[in-house]
């Protein structure tokens, strides 16, 4: 199994230009580029026992990408893609794909939500 990129969160961005779209790009600088250096994502991956693997498919989750440009992303084919999906889906316990990056980030404690008493 690949292990989790290290580096910069510069030096990850650059990894990312196999990515074919410069839209697609756009959007993993814009989400990614304010969260790699948490720590938060550590402890999540921990939280639910996720993989390396399955912790960069699923900060490419929160960032909106689609199962195809994840795949392309990762250097892995959409069916693979789809199936470390499945497996957060289930560690994290989530029925329905789009709830997922919603819960990923309420998770690793990247967004909160108030509570009306």
Do not use: Y
Not at 54 to 70: F, K, M, P, S
């Amino acid at each position: 199994m690949r292990s989790t990129r290290t580096g910069s969160t510069e030096e990850i961005l650059n990894e990312l230009v196999a990515v074919p779209s410069p839209s697609v790009r756009a959007r993993i600088e814009k989400t990614l580029g304010a969260m790699l250096d948490s720590a938060a994502w550590s402890d999540l991956a921990e939280a639910f026992g996720l993989s390396p693997r399955e912790l960069e498919i699923a900060q490419l989750l929160v960032c909106g990408l689609t199962t195809t440009e994840i795949a392309q992303a990762c250097g892995i084919g959409p069916t693979t893609a789809k199936a470390h999906q499945r497996r957060i889906m289930v560690k994290m316990h989530v029925r329905r794909r789009w709830r997922l990056p919603i819960k990923l980030l309420l998770a690793a404690g990247l967004i909160h939500t108030e509570r009306k008493e």
